[in-house]
């Protein structure tokens, strides 16, 4: 499987900065020979004459060639795609300002969710870190386009991540219930964030489990604890349908926001956050 360029864009730059260097350098030297020229001075030998304009013009080049750096601020956003090799299913991160990044990923094969904060992004645009549900190590990069490409591996399994920008989560925004059965039952409670980022307590007999993931503008929403516990569902009109799943214990069952007759939902929706400034790494994990 072929590896994904991560100095594509840096190296691009890079060659396009050297080239306007050394023409720098190149029209410095011609017009520096005219000028003695005119001038009548006494002439300087060519290589002479070369050897003191790169003393002072080839820092210059060197300058120029050095790759631009973006801010980290410049891919802060919600992105999404889907994630192929020896597994397939979707993805969905969310990529803060400081340049920290929560993916989730859920799998079509194994029906189960991963997930993780230990990943982030550099000025450049490289993605460096790896999930904590499965260790799934992850390496990429985002393009100035605004796509994602990135490499994952999990042991003997591999692949790639790709995807795009979102542009439109926060449509999203709210808190909502619902209930959840299955191998077990109880009732849960989400809210979602401007940014695409979502928070959601299963309230259940044993224990209650708190999770964490991200929506992408679709109405797709993953959720994942440290542990295994996952959801995917896709929000529709206000309302959430989807599953829960927890492998370790081989449960799983139906996540869902009961209707009266008349297809209202009742009390599904409970009101609308609009902070847009809220995000992922404000609260408390």
């Not at 989560?169 to 964030?193: K, P």
């Not at 993953?222 to 996952?230: F, R, S």
């Not at 959801?231 to 206000?238: A, V």
């Amino acid at each position: 499987m072929a590896l994904p360029n991560l100095s594509k864009g840096n190296t691009k730059r890079s060659k396009t900065g050297l080239f306007k260097g050394l023409a720098v350098c190149k029209r410095f030297l011609f017009l520096f020979s005219i000028r003695l020229n005119v001038k009548g001075r006494t002439q300087i030998k060519p290589f002479i004459r070369t050897i003191i304009c790169g003393i002072f013009i080839m820092p210059i080049a060197v300058l120029m060639s050095s790759p631009v750096s973006n801010a980290v601020e410049e891919y802060q956003g919600a992105y999404s795609g889907g994630f192929s090799g020896d597994e397939v299913g979707i993805w969905i991160a969310v990529i803060n300002d400081h340049g920290d990044v929560r993916l989730v990923l859920w799998s079509y094969d194994a029906e189960s969710v991963d997930g993780g904060e230990e990943i982030s992004i550099d000025n450049g645009g490289i993605l460096d870190g790896y999930t904590v549900v499965c260790n799934r190590i992850i390496n990429g990069y985002v393009a100035e386009s605004g796509s994602l490409i990135a490499k994952w591996l999990e042991q003997s399994a591999e692949g790639l991540l790709e995807g795009l920008r979102e542009n439109n989560v926060s449509q999203f925004v709210g808190v909502y219930s619902g209930w959840f059965n299955g191998d077990e039952s109880g009732e849960w409670d989400l809210t979602i964030h401007a940014d695409g980022s979502a928070s959601c307590t299963l309230y259940r007999k044993a224990g209650n489990i708190a999770m964490k993931g991200c929506v992408n503008s679709s109405g797709t929403i993953i959720l994942y604890d440290d542990n295994g516990w996952g959801m995917n569902g896709t929000i529709l009109k206000r309302k959430i349908d989807g599953t829960w799943t927890y492998p370790a214990e081989e449960k799983k069952g139906r996540v869902f926001q009961e209707e009266e007759d008349d297809d209202e939902p009742i009390g599904c929706f409970i009101s609308i956050a609009n902070d847009a400034s809220f995000r992922f790494d404000e609260r408390t994990r």
